[in-house]
């Protein structure tokens, strides 16, 4: 009788932090690894390379701020991202979330622009928030009544809106003044306070602190946060549990278009003081990469969205350097991911051996003979 070898594919109950942290570490190395190689093709110097990447994103204290400025989005973008795909949500419209909430927040601000200052940042926050709930909402409805997948939905609404701003910067909002595709600057009051003096970071960085603190309450004290992680993770067994799957989907996508609403809000009022179609460089499916690194871990989202955010600002001292393409450091961010979702499957499972005659479970042949 011949010796029957098998073995079983067994997804592992628990992946602790160190394992977590150490398949980060493993896919952060091998990307090093991948764009190192990318330099030499481009006949660059290695550690002329990486030196002027570090320097760029973290070398003085200007850098290191500048970095925190391009981070504050990310982070809002990237939890916005959490919050959705921790209830198996898949919303890939934050982009467009985040273009709806400045044009609503824009709207507020010439609106209300006789509030006191105080006043007005109030508005303006909540009309940003509201903005992007709203956007979101669409998505949310379409799939709870008619069943139709918030991929395609959230991702033609993203092309959608961005339509809407330019009717708007051709028409109503252009700047009377200026051959540019772009609405007047919004009036002083309405500016977000800078926090450090003698740069862009603005008030919007310590909410996006704030509001990385309220997602994970919310996701890991609250009802609430049970019922989204309980639906991600088994979403039939929330049905039968008695949830109201309809009304946590819509729960679920407002909180997350507001929160990218508050991205969109702090770029048109803390950077660019003025509404144009360039206040987001992506940053919305930036996000994307960016919570899933973070293992969809709200606090994790803050030092993984500061990370990237200095990869794309030494991107730009790389190519003033060595004449990298700054584009390379777009081709990193996806190799990180690449590498990571694939160490994090291989940590997800576990390969044991089954003896001839053990229990029936789906296997993996890897060799041997059948038995006679």
Do not use: C
Request: glycine content about 10%.
């Amino acid at each position: 009788m011949a010796r029957n070898l098998k073995f079983t594919l067994e997804k592992r109950e628990d992946v602790g932090l160190g394992q977590q942290l150490l398949a980060l570490g493993v896919a952060l190395f091998a990307a090093l690894i991948v764009m190192a190689v990318l330099m030499i093709l481009a006949g660059a110097n290695i550690i002329e390379g990486y030196a002027a990447l570090y320097e760029g994103a973290f070398g003085s204290w200007q850098a290191f701020v500048a970095t925190l400025v391009k981070a504050t989005p990310l982070i809002l973008t990237g939890l916005a991202t959490t919050i959705a795909f921790r209830g198996r949500i898949w919303n890939i419209g934050v982009e467009g979330q985040l273009y709806a909430g400045a044009i609503i927040a824009y709207w507020a601000s010439i609106t209300f622009d006789s509030f006191p200052p105080l006043a007005l940042f109030f508005v303006i926050l909540l009309a940003g928030m509201v903005g992007g709930a709203l956007w979101a909402s669409i998505a949310a409805v379409i799939k709870v009544k008619f069943e139709v997948n918030e991929i395609i939905t959230t991702v033609l609404l993203n092309y959608i809106i961005l339509y809407l701003l330019s009717w708007l910067l051709s028409g109503p909002w252009r700047d009377p003044e200026s051959y540019y595709q772009h609405s007047p600057q919004i009036a002083e009051a309405s500016r977000f306070m800078v926090v450090l003096q003698d740069s862009r970071l603005h008030i919007g960085f310590v909410i996006a602190i704030v509001v990385s603190i309220l997602v994970y309450l919310i996701l890991e004290k609250t009802p609430l946060g049970y019922e989204i992680r309980a639906f991600g993770n088994n979403p039939h067994a929330s049905k039968f549990q008695g949830t109201n799957v309809g009304v946590l989907v819509i729960v679920i996508m407002l909180i997350s278009g507001a929160i990218a609403g508050l991205a969109g809000t702090g770029e048109l009022f803390g950077i660019h003081h003025r509404l144009k179609s360039e206040i987001s460089l992506g940053y919305g499916f930036t996000g994307i990469i960016i919570a899933m690194l973070a293992g969809l871990h709200p606090l994790a989202v803050v030092p993984t969205a500061i990370l990237f955010s200095g990869l794309i600002n030494g991107s730009f001292m790389l190519q003033i350097t060595t004449g990298v393409p700054s584009s390379l450091v777009v081709i990193m961010q996806a190799v990180v991911l690449l590498f990571l979702l694939a160490a994090r499957a291989i940590l997800a499972y576990r390969v044991r051996r089954v003896h001839a005659g053990g229990p029936e479970e789906p296997t993996i042949q890897l060799g041997g003979a059948q038995d006679a």
